[in-house]
C-alpha cells in the first residue's frame, strides 16, 4: 500500500516583493508627475530593475503557489515597467519614435482597462489590494486623460493621486510582512471576503 505524505509548501509568500516593488517605483514615478522633478535615471533604474524585474519574478513565483491572480498582477505590472522604460529610451535612442498624445491615451487606457477587471478579482481579497487596485484605475484613467487634453493640472492630480496609489501598495507589502512576522495583525489589511 502507498501512502501519499502531504507535501508543505515552503515557498515565502511573494507578494510583499512585488508590491513594494510596485509601490516604491509608483510612488517615484508620480512625485515626478506631480511636477517636483523632472524624468531621469532614477525613475528609469526603477522602472527597470525593481518595479520591473522585482514583479516579474514574484509573478513567477506566485505561479509556483498556483496563484493565479498574483501570477497575472505581478508579471503584467512588471512589464508595464519595463514597457513604460521602453516608451521612453527606445526614441531617445534613435530606434523607433516616441508615442504622440494618442498612442500614450491608447496605451494608459488599455491598462486601465486590465486594472479594472483585475480590481473585480480583488472583490474576493482584502480591503488593502481593493483599494490598491482601484486607486490604481483611477491613476490610469487621469494619465489619459491629462494626455488627452493636454491638461497639466490633470497631470499633477494624476501625480497625487499616484503617490497615494504607491503608498498603498507599499502599506500592503509591508503588512503582510510584519502580520507574517510577528504572528498576528500589525497592520490591518481588511478582512479577506469568501
Not at 164 to 191: D, F, H
Request: glycine share 12%; net charge neutral; aromatic share 10%.
Amino acid at each position: 500500500m502507498t501512502t501519499i505524505a502531504p507535501v508543505k509548501d515552503s515557498i515565502a509568500n511573494p507578494a510583499p516583493l512585488g508590491l513594494c516593488a510596485f509601490g516604491m517605483t509608483t510612488v517615484l514615478l508620480n512625485i515626478h508627475n506631480a511636477g517636483v522633478f523632472e524624468m531621469n535615471s532614477m525613475i528609469l533604474g526603477m522602472g527597470i530593475f525593481y518595479g520591473g524585474l522585482a514583479q516579474v519574478i514574484a509573478g513567477i513565483i506566485e505561479a509556483k503557489k498556483n496563484n493565479t491572480f498574483g501570477l497575472t498582477a505581478f508579471t503584467s505590472y512588471g512589464f508595464f515597467w519595463l514597457s513604460l522604460v521602453g516608451l521612453i529610451v527606445m526614441p531617445k535612442l534613435g530606434w523607433v519614435n516616441a508615442p504622440d498624445e494618442n498612442a500614450m491615451v491608447a496605451y494608459l487606457s488599455i491598462w486601465g482597462l486590465f486594472t479594472l477587471l483585475l480590481f473585480l478579482g480583488t472583490l474576493r481579497l482584502n480591503r488593502a489590494l481593493q483599494f490598491v487596485f482601484a486607486s490604481l484605475t483611477v491613476l490610469f484613467a487621469l494619465l489619459a486623460i491629462g494626455d488627452a487634453t493636454g491638461n497639466k493640472t490633470v497631470s499633477h492630480l494624476a501625480g497625487y493621486e499616484g503617490i497615494i496609489c504607491g503608498a498603498s501598495a507599499i502599506y500592503t507589502g509591508i503588512a503582510q510582512i510584519l502580520n507574517e512576522v510577528y504572528g498576528k495583525t500589525v497592520l490591518p489589511i481588511g478582512p479577506v471576503n469568501s
